[in-house]
């Protein structure tokens, strides 16, 4: 039955009793409460909104910057490194030449023959550039020269007084390669000979490592010995040598380097100028030129070099033949120790050079056997006192001195231990 039905009938009989209106009333309230949709339900409360972060914004790179027309290009950030390249040939072994690059872009070179530096170059204090170590532009040079510019030298490096010496009740007898004396190792000391390399880069810069094996009796000497030098070029401008030496035998062993240093560049003059400094209060006077095994205070002397001077100032009164200083010094403190050896300044370009090291003595020559004859680098011709040496030692000759002579004697089963750090800086 509809509510349509009902309605219907209420209006045909309008007759119907007031009881029966009632009913039928009632009725109807409860078929309309029946059939009509239920209320909908309360709403619920509405729901808290989470906050959604602000996405970040997009970066927008930056526009590329173009230099002006004709604007200089910046100069590029040198990196560490060590190369090799071919150098020539001796006796038939190749000769590999090694570059090695600091970040400070101070570049260095050095070889297999003679684990020699050919090169170093270093700012001076306006930041201009020069090679600082005598040398030659080819192999042929070093082959043919008879100064030790930038040598390895051993197995005895600096004299033995007439070229011989006595060790465990047997007489040696070596080379007298220089009258009748024995010099830097003999006619072919390890200056002339080619050493096998192993280049490294390292956090502290790069470096390489040139070893070489003595045989028993070259240049006369007992035992065979295995020599090694490693050469690191710092990136705080230091220049790191490592000399070590082991034999199956007892011998005698005493390594030294060799350049030729002027820090004005190499053919730019004499380095009488150049003011040194060196650590050492007493010197070991010779006769002439060979230690006679006596130590000398340097004060009062030419060869007092305590304070920094001029290395003309007294160099006349040096004396030798020909003039100069070419002498062992005594270097100040414990020898087993690095501890400095010398100071060494331009004061026309700025550059400085300090060294130190841990042997008892440092050979100061101030090129007095230059004569100009000799040709380098770019035909430059090296004139008496174009450089000057610097190096650390045992004693010269100290085999035939008993005091000294334990300074020298390598034993089976020791090292040889040799170190040295030069530091290039400019005032």
Same mark, same amino acid.
């Given at each position: 039955?509809?509510?349509?039905?009902?309605?219907?009938?209420?209006?045909? &009989?309008?007759?119907?009793?007031?009881?029966?209106?009632?009913?039928?009333? #009632?009725?109807?309230?409860?078929?309309?409460?029946?059939?009509? #949709?239920?209320?909908?339900?309360?709403?619920?409360? @509405?729901?808290?909104?989470?906050?959604?972060?602000?996405?970040?914004?997009?970066?927008?790179?930056?526009? !590329?910057?173009?230099?002006?027309? =004709?604007?200089?290009?910046?100069?590029?950030?040198?990196?560490? #490194?060590?190369?090799?390249?071919?150098?020539?040939?001796?006796?038939?072994?190749?000769? /590999?030449?090694?570059?090695?690059?600091?970040?400070?872009?101070?570049?260095?070179?050095?070889?297999?023959?003679?684990?020699?530096?050919?090169?170093?170059?270093?700012?001076?204090?306006?930041?201009?550039?020069?090679?600082?170590?005598?040398?030659?532009?080819?192999?042929?040079?070093?082959?043919?020269?008879?100064?030790?510019?930038?040598?390895?030298?051993?197995?005895?490096?600096?004299?033995? *007084?007439?070229?011989?010496?006595?060790?465990?009740?047997?007489? $040696?007898?070596?080379? @007298?390669?220089?009258?009748? +004396?024995?010099?830097?190792?003999?006619?072919?000391?390890?200056?002339?000979?080619?050493?096998?390399?192993?280049?490294?880069?390292? @956090?502290?810069?790069?470096?390489?490592?040139?070893?070489?094996?003595?045989?028993?009796?070259?240049?006369?000497?007992?035992?065979?010995?295995?020599?090694?030098?490693?050469?690191?070029?710092?990136?705080?401008?230091?220049?790191?040598? #490592?000399? *070590?030496?082991?034999?199956?035998?007892?011998?005698?062993?005493?390594?030294?380097?060799?350049?030729?240093? &002027?820090?004005?560049?190499?053919?730019?003059?004499?380095?009488?100028?150049? /003011?040194? *400094?060196?650590?050492?209060?007493?010197?070991?006077?010779?006769? @002439?030129?060979?230690?006679?095994?006596?130590?000398?205070?340097?004060?009062?002397?030419?060869?007092?070099?305590?304070?920094?001077? !001029?290395?003309?100032?007294?160099?006349?009164?040096?004396? =030798?033949?020909? %003039?100069?200083?070419?002498?062992? $010094? %005594?270097?100040?403190?414990?020898?087993?120790?690095?501890? !400095?050896?010398?100071?060494? /300044?331009?004061?026309?370009?700025?550059?400085?050079?300090?060294? /130190?090291?841990?042997?008892?003595?440092?050979?100061?020559?101030?090129?007095?056997?230059? +004569?100009?004859?000799?040709?380098?680098?770019?035909?430059?011709?090296?004139?008496?006192?174009?450089?000057?040496?610097?190096?650390?030692?045992? $004693?010269?000759?100290?085999?035939?001195?008993?005091?000294?002579? +334990?300074?020298?004697?390598?034993?089976?089963?020791?090292?040889?231990?040799?170190?040295?750090?030069?530091?290039?800086?400019?005032?």
């Amino acid at each position: 039955m509809t509510m349509t039905k009902h309605r219907g009938a209420l209006a045909a &009989n309008r007759l119907v009793s007031p009881f029966v209106a009632l009913a039928l009333a #009632a009725a109807t309230s409860a078929l309309v409460a029946c059939c009509a #949709a239920p209320p909908p339900p309360p709403a619920a409360p @509405p729901a808290a909104v989470a906050a959604t972060p602000a996405a970040p914004p997009v970066p927008v790179p930056a526009a !590329p910057i173009v230099p002006e027309a =004709g604007a200089p290009k910046p100069a590029p950030v040198p990196v560490a #490194a060590v190369s090799k390249a071919p150098f020539g040939t001796v006796d038939g072994h190749q000769v /590999e030449l090694y570059t090695l690059t600091n970040t400070n872009g101070v570049v260095m070179k050095v070889m297999t023959y003679g684990a020699t530096v050919t090169s170093l170059v270093l700012p001076d204090r306006d930041g201009k550039r020069a090679d600082v170590v005598l040398g030659f532009d080819d192999l042929d040079g070093y082959v043919k020269g008879k100064s030790y510019f930038g040598a390895t030298v051993g197995r005895i490096a600096n004299r033995i *007084r007439d070229a011989k010496f006595a060790l465990e009740k047997k007489t $040696f007898k070596l080379a @007298p390669n220089e009258k009748r +004396d024995h010099l830097h190792g003999g006619v072919k000391g390890w200056d002339k000979v080619v050493w096998a390399a192993e280049a490294t880069e390292s @956090p502290t810069g790069p470096a390489v490592t040139f070893r070489y094996v003595s045989k028993d009796g070259e240049e006369g000497y007992p035992g065979v010995v295995t020599a090694s030098v490693t050469y690191t070029l710092t990136n705080t401008n230091q220049l790191r040598l #490592a000399m *070590r030496a082991t034999t199956d035998k007892t011998t005698i062993v005493n390594m030294a380097h060799h350049t030729y240093w &002027n820090l004005a560049g190499e053919g730019a003059g004499t380095i009488l100028e150049h /003011e040194l *400094r060196l650590y050492a209060d007493k010197f070991t006077p010779g006769d @002439p030129m060979i230690p006679t095994g006596k130590l000398k205070p340097v004060k009062g002397t030419p060869f007092d070099f305590t304070a920094p001077k !001029p290395i003309g100032r007294d160099l006349k009164a040096a004396g =030798g033949n020909p %003039v100069g200083y070419d002498h062992n $010094f %005594v270097v100040d403190g414990a020898p087993a120790t690095l501890r !400095p050896v010398a100071r060494l /300044e331009d004061p026309r370009s700025g550059r400085v050079m300090t060294l /130190e090291a841990n042997q008892p003595g440092v050979q100061f020559y101030s090129g007095n056997f230059l +004569d100009g004859k000799v040709k380098g680098k770019g035909g430059h011709a090296y004139e008496q006192y174009a450089a000057l040496c610097l190096e650390t030692q045992d $004693f010269p000759n100290a085999i035939n001195v008993p005091a000294w002579r +334990d300074q020298v004697i390598l034993r089976p089963g020791q090292t040889y231990s040799h170190d040295m750090v030069y530091t290039f800086t400019t005032e």
